[in-house]
């Protein structure tokens, strides 16, 4: 499995992107995470392989959606509202997690590459 995080790109607060992980398989659990500088790498979302049920962050609900098409294999992240405290690397990563370890990145076996979120006015 080869992850591809595309998407990123600098926008204003307030601003809105899409963030895209293409080749994540229907039947893996799939979790967007990210990593600011001089930070440890943080749980923002995932949707599970099984039943497709969503998670989010605290800092992130009601402003981010996760989704999945199954017929393209890819995994979308839409982040509206965007703050500059959301500016980071993203990552998804794909996986077969239990539901309490979704927020670790250890659980997870395959990552993208990283797509850099910079949120500035």
């Known amino acids: 499995v080869q992850l591809q995080a595309s998407g990123g790109g600098l926008v204003q607060p307030g601003g809105s992107l899409r963030l895209s992980c293409a080749a994540a398989?229907?039947?893996?659990?799939v979790g967007w995470f990210r990593q600011a500088p001089g930070k440890d790498r943080e749980f923002v979302a995932a949707i599970r392989g099984s039943g497709g049920s969503t998670h989010y962050t605290d800092s992130v609900k009601g402003r981010f959606t996760i989704s999945r098409d199954n017929a393209k294999n890819t995994v979308y992240l839409q982040m509206n509202s965007l703050k500059p405290e959301d500016t980071a690397v993203y990552y998804c990563a794909a996986g077969r997690p239990i539901l309490s370890s979704l927020t670790m990145p250890s659980v997870y076996n395959y990552w993208g590459q990283g797509t850099l979120v910079t949120v500035s006015s």
């Open positions: 398989a229907r039947t893996l659990t």
